[in-house]
């Protein structure tokens, strides 16, 4: 008769833990009988796993369940003083701040333009120092989107040249925590394949366009960064006419369009799209060769990649960018078909995979601490 695996107790509720704490993130308050139901441990495992966290102050009581027949059960929740994490979207202007608790709810927010020959590091210390006073807790960590490659060790190249991790040091000194630094538009994919239109889809290149272009790729699942970060820096794709090395698209680009189009140079590409749909010909002109551009871009991907659909965030599921893209993906249909989807978060989509990501990393944080806090206590 073989023998049952004497396997470590302590990986066992580890296990347990994270499965009933993610649950409770997931889902909200519940009864210990829904906790049985949604991960599927036994009721003996979820009342041990139960009293472990409540004596680590990892989950406190939410209520009582008065909607389901039989006698009133408690529910439990997470506690509120879990801990708080800081997901940061920083873009050419302004920075954006949002503080999650561990289920992913936003508790703070605060948004600023940089200060003109302003330090941006201490620009966003202050927005999330602003978001504190709201709200209080221990700050656990940081995840931030920038735009520029962005190595595995968070060391940012941007159109100053490599940073060394510069940045990513600085701010982790200055708020005292850890610091997670992210390409922007690889975040926005994130939030895609997490809770938007990429949810229901194998494979997909999000194409995000701002002050430039960039994407985010998802191959079977999994966000692809490449070995050195420049995975996804499409603005740089050969196009014939442009030499090799020019940008496809983003604000120098539309400036120049706008010039060759008798247009206002310092319009904004939405201003530029937006007259395009009140029917301006010179606007229609631009929007057709941005389209055309942006197409050709998603070509060049799926030559190589075949992506199940290309999602458009940014100004680039602007309503006129969309029509341009779809009449030229339609003389391209014989040879290369292609589908293109919108994003489901527009502009915010870098903000939500960032809140998304820091909330993930939130939860693990508080989880390892808790175990050894909770082994030591019952020796």
């Known amino acids: 008769m073989a023998r049952p695996l004497a396997g470590p107790q302590t990986l066992l509720r580890t296990l347990n833990g994270r499965a009933i704490l993610e649950t409770l993130a997931r889902r909200g308050p519940l009864t210990r009988n829904e906790l049985v139901t949604e991960t599927g441990l036994s009721r003996t495992a979820v009342t041990q796993v139960l009293r472990m966290l409540e004596s680590a102050s990892a989950v406190a009581p939410a209520g009582v369940d008065r909607e389901t027949r039989g006698p009133a059960a408690g529910r439990v929740a997470l506690h509120p003083q879990l801990g708080l994490a800081a997901a940061v979207h920083v873009d050419g202007h302004a920075a954006h701040v949002v503080l999650v608790d561990p289920t992913g709810a936003v508790r703070a927010e605060h948004h600023a333009a940089f200060p003109v020959r302003g330090d941006r590091v201490e620009h966003i210390v202050d927005l999330v120092t602003a978001c504190r006073r709201v709200v209080a807790g221990p700050l656990e960590l940081v995840v931030v989107g920038i735009p520029g490659i962005v190595s595995a060790d968070g060391g940012i190249r941007d159109d100053q040249g490599p940073d060394g991790g ?3 040091n600085a701010l982790s000194e200055r708020l005292a925590c850890p610091v997670r630094v ?10 895609e394949l997490t809770a938007g239109t990429g949810a229901d889809l194998a494979s997909f290149a999000l194409l995000l366009l ?25 603005m740089y794709l050969p196009q014939t006419p442009l030499p090799v090395g020019a940008p496809v698209l983003g604000d120098d680009v539309v400036r120049d369009l706008a010039l060759g189009n008798g247009r206002d140079p310092e319009l904004t590409i939405d201003q530029h799209l937006e007259s395009a749909a009140a ?4 606007a229609i002109a631009m929007a057709t060769e941005m389209g055309r551009r942006l197409t050709l871009v998603a070509g060049s991907i799926a030559l190589v990649l075949d992506p199940e659909a290309f999602i458009l965030s940014g100004s680039a599921a602007h309503p006129a960018m969309l029509d341009a893209v779809a009449d030229y993906a339609e003389q391209l249909a014989p040879q290369l078909p292609l589908r293109f989807v919108v994003s489901s978060f527009g502009p915010e989509a870098p903000l939500v995979g960032a809140a998304g990501e820091a909330a993930s990393a939130l939860r693990a944080t508080v989880f390892s601490r808790l175990l050894p806090r909770s082994d030591r206590s019952g020796r």
Do not use: T
């Not at 992210?182 to 939030?191: C, F, R, S, T």
């Open 182 to 191: 992210e390409n922007d538009v690889n975040l926005a994919a994130l939030a």
């Open 210 to 234: 701002d002050d430039g272009l960039g994407a985010g790729i998802v191959i079977d699942g999994i966000l692809h960064r490449g070995f050195s970060g420049v995975a996804g820096e499409v």
């Open 166 to 168: 510069a940045f990513k």
């Open 279 to 282: 029917g301006d010909p010179a």
